[in-house]
């Protein structure tokens, strides 16, 4: 073989080593290395109550902190109240949404929460933080605490309502219906506020306990007249209902993410800073957009959570 020849294949194989060891190295689709994020090497398990609004505030923040390079436990979806705070306090979860009215009156079993929502926090922070190294972070806008809806046909023919012609108006139609779930009329944040704010107690014959997703339908379908709701339920607006105004009677429930505090302070900049940027435009319509995008059109709470993650920059 000639010398050009040897030297033309010495060539093309230099070449070809090259070009094969720049597309295994610099090929952006086949790059995992996390290791320049704020989060990496950190692993979290997030949990999250069983109800539409509390699954989509948990995943927001599960696929934010994954984001930011964290190993990421997704518990979502884990249960009730009792079982989220008792998984916290255990370490079984690091972390849950929770509500700032709840932490006052359940865990921290206080009576007359503020109704300012910013010294509510405060109280509750700084109570839990100190008998349970439980750790308060962010504060959303939304406050999903309870209320009533009226028939949608109802209220435009009377004009509307607030909770003091809503009494009147059971008061003197004693045919009329108040559709309620089953602890509400027990609840000391339930129905006693509503008739110690209006001086109207509520006949027996007049309330009706139903499960809480038939207290919508029925309320649209004006089988009940009036029906307990969440305020930030995305059903109020879906359906044939509207919001009964409520001056300030019932308490407040913004949300928070509830931290092991232990677990928190490793990357407490980071965590405050994520909870910050998902809650501040998480106003009461914005979550009840977002809440009927799972209740009333059937989308996936993982979707709905990574399409606003989206929206602000988080993703």
């Given at each position: 073989?000639?010398?050009?020849?040897?030297?033309m294949?010495?060539?093309?194989?230099?070449?070809?080593s090259v070009?094969?060891?720049?597309?295994c190295?610099?090929?952006?689709?086949?790059?995992?290395?996390?290791?320049?994020?704020?989060?990496s090497?950190?692993?979290?398990?997030?949990?999250?109550?069983?109800?539409?609004?509390n699954?989509?505030?948990?995943?927001?923040?599960?696929?934010?902190?994954?984001?930011?390079?964290?190993?990421?436990?997704?518990?979502?979806?884990?249960g009730?109240?009792?079982v989220?705070?008792?998984?916290?306090?255990?370490g079984?979860?690091?972390?849950?949404?929770?509500?700032?009215?709840?932490?006052?009156?359940?865990?921290?079993?206080?009576q007359?929460?503020?109704?300012?929502r910013?010294?509510?926090?405060?109280?509750?922070?700084?109570?839990?933080?100190?008998?349970?190294?439980?750790?308060?972070?962010?504060?959303?806008?939304?406050?999903?605490?309870y209320?009533?809806?009226a028939?949608?046909?109802?209220?435009?023919?009377?004009?509307?309502?607030?909770l003091?012609?809503?009494?009147?108006?059971?008061?003197?139609?004693?045919?009329?219906?108040?559709?309620l779930e089953?602890?509400?009329?027990?609840r000391?944040?339930?129905?006693i506020?509503?008739?110690?704010a209006?001086?109207?107690?509520?006949p027996?014959?007049?309330?009706?306990?139903?499960?809480?997703?038939?207290?919508?339908?029925?309320?649209?379908?004006?089988?009940?007249?009036?029906?307990?709701?969440y305020?930030?339920?995305?059903?109020?607006?879906a359906l044939?209902?509207?919001l009964?105004?409520?001056?300030?009677?019932f308490?407040l429930?913004n949300?928070?993410?509830?931290?092991?505090?232990?677990?928190?302070?490793?990357?407490?900049d980071?965590?405050?800073?994520?909870?910050?940027?998902?809650?501040?435009?998480?106003?009461?319509?914005?979550m009840?957009?977002?809440?009927?995008?799972?209740?009333?059109e059937?989308?996936?709470?993982e979707?709905?959570?990574a399409?606003?993650?989206?929206?602000?920059?988080?993703?």
């Amino acid at each position: 073989m000639s010398s050009a020849r040897i030297r033309m294949l010495g060539a093309a194989t230099a070449v070809l080593s090259v070009g094969l060891l720049a597309a295994c190295s610099s090929d952006p689709a086949t790059s995992t290395d996390d290791s320049d994020k704020a989060l990496s090497g950190v692993s979290v398990t997030v949990g999250s109550k069983d109800f539409t609004e509390n699954i989509l505030v948990g995943q927001m923040l599960a696929q934010a902190l994954s984001a930011e390079g964290a190993d990421v436990t997704d518990q979502t979806d884990l249960g009730g109240t009792s079982v989220n705070r008792e998984a916290l306090l255990s370490g079984d979860i690091d972390v849950y949404p929770d509500y700032n009215g709840t932490g006052w009156t359940v865990h921290l079993g206080q009576q007359e929460p503020s109704k300012d929502r910013q010294t509510l926090y405060d109280d509750v922070a700084a109570m839990d933080l100190a008998e349970n190294q439980i750790q308060w972070v962010g504060l959303s806008p939304f406050n999903d605490t309870y209320g009533f809806a009226a028939n949608g046909d109802l209220a435009a023919a009377e004009g509307g309502f607030d909770l003091q012609t809503m009494a009147d108006y059971l008061e003197a139609n004693s045919d009329a219906a108040l559709c309620l779930e089953t602890e509400f009329p027990d609840r000391p944040d339930g129905l006693i506020l509503f008739e110690e704010a209006t001086g109207f107690t509520v006949p027996q014959d007049q309330i009706q306990i139903l499960d809480t997703g038939l207290i919508y339908t029925e309320t649209a379908s004006a089988a009940c007249q009036f029906g307990e709701v969440y305020t930030t339920d995305g059903r109020i607006t879906a359906l044939n209902l509207s919001l009964v105004a409520d001056p300030g009677v019932f308490i407040l429930y913004n949300a928070s993410y509830t931290w092991n505090d232990a677990i928190f302070q490793e990357n407490a900049d980071v965590y405050t800073r994520i909870a910050d940027e998902i809650f501040a435009p998480l106003d009461a319509a914005k979550m009840a957009e977002l809440n009927a995008q799972v209740d009333v059109e059937g989308m996936d709470a993982e979707d709905v959570a990574a399409d606003y993650l989206k929206e602000i920059g988080l993703l």
